[in-house]
């Protein structure tokens, strides 16, 4: 089965991927970019502008907070494909909302989009659990790569299509009017090929709305686990800083337009997925998951630390692998180490609560870093960023070393 599931599942999150990563180049665009004809805040505050701009990007994390372990329990119950095609249709709907809110100009539609598009993209918990299913341990950094895989080659296609569909069209609504069609052509594509994985369904039971919290408290009460699940939530938390903030960045900084930084993130989806598909399997072969993390974390801080220092646009492509191949094995090889600490009745526990801290982070940390970028300037989240992402290493390490 699992030679059958895994190339669907990667499609299913290739297309996913898409469509979210259309809304990337747009962002910064209309809400940060008083030059743009699409800017739709005249008249607010600098200050305002990079807090909503958060905020937009804050509501996808937190509805993902809350969304994702009580997917994953639903799914237990009633199979892994039903609940990935309902969020997948979902996904489409909240792009179609998010295209028609830049064409009326409403902020208050574009963030109601967002919160149905956080609650549909907690699908990828269910993905993560449908691997999980057909996956044998020694497997597991490998086929969790696939997850990677297709964040990077949809971190090429998204951004790119999104800000050329944008671009072409001269219309910032466009991408998602396309990115609606591309969800319901997912919907297509599961429907009739995807198998079900969740063979002994869980009885019906009753399911916890605040099973995000619940998850952060019991992720700390497991001594043997606590230090690489606040690994991992530091590692996320950093690398939000960065993917937050990079977009304005370009547009305050360096006068990117949609069609510019949607080229820059597709160099950085390039360089994700070089690094799932070829090196990472070749690492692996050879280094286990901490001989890995103890270089790419590291690696990964210094970049994101130095991003802001960049004097040109052709320092910031120089700079470009050096945060890249590290991210793309940090990745793999943290929910590998995460998977490695509990025992094997854990591992759908211990999915779901990694999956709270990630969903935790990519919530609170655009919030906080439009705040900081706000008050501080757009230096501060690129150097919050760095810090999270050292003081990850220095919890897997400097406390293990002692």
């Known amino acids: 089965m699992q030679k059958r599931v895994l ?9 996913d991927m898409i469509g979210i990563g259309m809304v990337l180049p747009i962002i910064p665009i209309i809400f940060t970019d008083p030059t743009s004809p699409s800017f739709l805040l005249m008249g607010y505050s600098v200050q305002m502008q990079y807090f909503i701009a958060g905020l937009v990007t804050a509501l996808f994390g937190f509805m993902q907070f809350i969304a994702s372990p009580i997917l994953g329990e639903i799914s237990d119950v009633y199979g892994r494909k039903k609940l990935l095609t309902l969020g997948v249709g979902v996904l489409a709907v909240s792009q179609l909302l998010f295209g028609f809110g830049i064409e009326i100009a409403s902020v208050a539609l574009l963030l109601f989009s967002r919160i149905v598009a956080g609650l549909a993209g907690a699908n990828f918990s269910i993905a993560q659990a449908t691997i999980a299913d057909v996956t044998l341990p020694h497997d597991r950094a490998k086929n969790f790569g696939l997850i990677g895989a297709a ?21 910032p609504a466009a991408p998602f009017w396309f990115a609606g069609l591309l969800g319901i052509c997912n919907v297509i594509f599961i429907s009739l090929f995807l198998p079900e994985t969740r063979h002994n369904k869980s009885a019906a039971q009753k399911f916890h709305f605040l099973k995000g919290i619940q998850n952060i408290k019991d992720a700390f009460q497991d001594k043997d686990a606590a230090p690489v699940y606040l690994s991992s939530f530091l590692y996320w938390c ?14 305050n900084k360096f006068s990117f337009d949609a069609a510019g930084i949607g080229i820059f993130f597709g160099v950085v989806g390039v360089w994700i997925v070089i690094t799932q598909l070829f090196i990472l399997r070749i690492l692996t072969r050879k280094y286990n998951e901490r001989q890995i993390l103890r270089y790419s974390i590291l690696l990964m801080a210094a970049a994101i630390a130095l991003y802001p220092f960049m004097p040109t646009v052709m320092f910031l492509y120089i700079l470009l692998p050096i945060l890249s191949v590290p991210q793309g094995l940090s990745m793999a090889n943290m929910q590998a180490l ?29 919030l906080l870093a439009g705040v900081g970028g706000a008050f501080f300037g757009v ?22 070393s002692s």
């Open 151 to 171: 964040f990077g080659i949809g971190f090429i296609l998204g951004p790119v299509l999104g800000g050329f569909i944008a671009h072409a069209a001269n219309n």
């Open 379 to 400: 230096t501060a989240p690129f150097i919050a960023g760095g810090v999270l992402v050292a003081s990850a290493w220095a919890v897997l390490f400097l406390r293990r």
């Open 7 to 15: 190339p669907v599942l990667f499609g299913t999150l290739l297309l």
């Open 238 to 251: 950093g690398f939000s800083f960065f993917t937050s903030f990079i977009g304005i960045l370009l547009v």
């Open 338 to 366: 995460v998977s490695q600490s509990v025992s094997e009745e854990k591992q759908g526990a211990a999915l779901g609560i990694n999956g709270s801290l990630v969903a935790l982070s990519q919530g609170a940390i655009p």
